[in-house]
């Protein structure tokens, strides 16, 4: 059930929230619902991740979902990671993608994400000025 601004109202995806082990929300107005059998559920603000509908085929298995201040990332049972929303809030990883496999963990400042990989090493992508750029001190993350 949800409640407030009409403009992140869940009726539309009502009938898909049956299940639900998490609810993540973005600063503005979007919202992400990860589900018992491992897909995502989301609404609110479209340019602001909810709607996932052009990485929908690829949120199966996930295992965590962290939200910026506009966007959303979710680890995946595999160690990969799938990203949407605002590109400048962390919704495009496409910089790092090819480094973030084997993540265990992630987190969200308001406008980049960090993720623990397997090795003990850190990626980051997002707005630089919210954490998103680390190669300054990326040779100091080790054994994380």
């Known amino acids: 059930m949800t409640w407030g601004d009409t403009d992140c109202d869940s009726s539309r995806v009502q009938d898909r929230l049956k299940g639900v082990q998490q609810v993540r929300a973005t600063i503005v107005s979007a919202f992400a619902a990860l589900l018992a059998d491992g897909s995502v559920v989301t609404w609110g603000d479209p340019d602001c991740g909810g709607d996932s509908s052009e990485v929908q085929d690829r949120l199966q298995g996930v295992q965590q979902v962290e939200a910026s201040g506009s966007a959303f990332a979710a680890i995946l049972a595999d160690g990969s990671t799938v990203t949407w929303g605002d590109?400048?809030?962390?919704?495009?990883?496409?910089?790092?993608?090819?480094?973030?496999?084997?993540?265990?963990?992630?987190?969200?400042?308001?406008?980049?994400?960090?993720?623990?990989?397997?090795?003990?090493?850190?990626?980051?992508?997002?707005?630089?000025?919210?954490?998103?750029?680390?190669?300054?001190?990326?040779?100091?993350?080790?054994?994380?």
């Open 87 to 144: 590109p400048d809030y962390g919704g495009d990883s496409s910089d790092v993608q090819d480094r973030l496999k084997g993540v265990q963990q992630a987190q969200a400042s308001h406008g980049a994400f960090s993720a623990i990989l397997a090795d003990g090493s850190v990626v980051t992508w997002g707005d630089e000025h919210s954490g998103g750029d680390s190669s300054a001190v990326a040779g100091q993350f080790a054994n994380v």
